[in-house]
């Protein structure tokens, strides 16, 4: 009997913040990874460069409809996760976690619309889970082969 693969899963969002070293300049913001996937010594090591925020208990969910994305999100060089991110009214965080996501589409499409999407690295752990995800839920279509239409009624095959 196989086992059922789980379809969401609870992680925690690890942002360093950095002073700009230009005098006008913003504080810089990044996703540095997320928990599970950093250990204790990569967070020291980024207590060191900067300012530590986690947002914890983000809900990543999978659907198998996007089952392809998330197929050519593993095969890439580097598997992402992407946070879509809204305005924040915080004054020590200036934006709040939307959406997790491992869907390369879906977080293009927030991108295109001007939302704040950061990506880092998938950690392994979550790269084996959505792996076992794709491989119960993704079967990928038959290449077809296309056929060039007849655009007169007369018009051979050659």
């Known amino acids: ?6 379809d969401h ?7 360093l913040k950095q002073i700009s070293k230009h005098p006008w300049g913003e504080d810089i913001w990044s996703l540095a990874g997320v928990i599970p996937g950093l ?7 980024l207590e ?13 969910k999978l659907f198998p409809l996007h089952g392809d994305s998330y197929y050519h999100n593993l095969m890439s060089e580097q598997p992402k996760i992407y946070i ?3 305005q924040s009214d915080e004054e020590n965080i200036p934006f709040k976690p939307l959406l997790t996501t491992v869907d390369s589409d879906e977080a293009a499409s927030y991108m295109e619309t001007d939302e704040q999407v950061l990506s880092a690295n998938l950690s392994v752990e979550l790269c084996q889970w959505l792996e076992r995800f794709v491989l119960t839920h993704y079967q990928p279509e038959e290449p077809k082969k296309r ?8 018009e051979q095959k050659k």
């Open 147 to 154: 056929r060039r239409k007849q655009w007169h009624n007369g």
């Open 84 to 86: 879509v991110c809204n």
């Open 48 to 60: 060191v460069q900067g300012e530590v925020y986690i947002w914890p208990d983000l809900s990543l």
């Open 1 to 6: 009997m196989q086992e059922k693969v789980s």
């Open 39 to 45: 250990s204790p010594t990569e967070l020291s090591q």
């Open 9 to 15: 899963c609870s992680v925690a969002a690890v942002m």
